[in-house]
């Protein structure tokens, strides 16, 4: 005979779908009439998809509800040469890594194989400099391609 309590186990085993972070607020300049900057709005995503808020200086903070309304209105402002700017979603960010005690004279291209073959894709290589004397420094920034392995670096 089975229990509530048998269950749970089998419930806990099953893998939460991942929690997609709320987008970045998108902001508009110089927005003269609203109402048409409205109906522009509502040809790309229906009116629910998203929040505006009036800031000063004709600025208006759009706040949209998923990441698709979101790219879907920056597209939008770039075809139509509309002033704005927002910032990176989350899931597009890369991956940080930082590689210490690593001779500055490493070739970047060696890095980004031996990382490939740990299944690992690499965005970019950056070899640190010291600030004041732009000596290179035995540290390497690493920026990874959003992944589920990053972690397992």
Known sequence: ????????????????????????????????NYTEMI????????EEQFLTK??????IKLACSTSETNRAIIKHCKEQDIYYHTYQLK???AFRVVIKHLHYTTDPDDIKYEL??????????????????????NIFF??????????NI
């Not at 509530?4 to 110089?30: N, Q, V």
């Not at 109906?39 to 229906?46: M, P």
């Open 116 to 137: 490939r073959t740990l299944g690992h894709e690499v965005r970019n290589i950056i070899n640190v400099k010291h600030r004041q004397t732009k000596e290179p420094l």
């Open 39 to 46: 109906k522009s709005l509502t040809d790309v995503a229906e």
């Open 54 to 59: 009036c800031l000063t200086n004709n600025v």
């Open 1 to 32: 005979m089975l229990t509530e309590d048998s269950s749970l186990p089998e419930a806990s085993e099953k893998p939460h779908p991942p929690h997609s972070s709320k987008p970045p607020p998108i902001f508009l300049h110089g927005v003269i």
């Open 91 to 93: 899931e597009d960010k």
């Open 142 to 151: 690493i920026d990874l391609e959003p992944a589920k392995n990053n972690k």
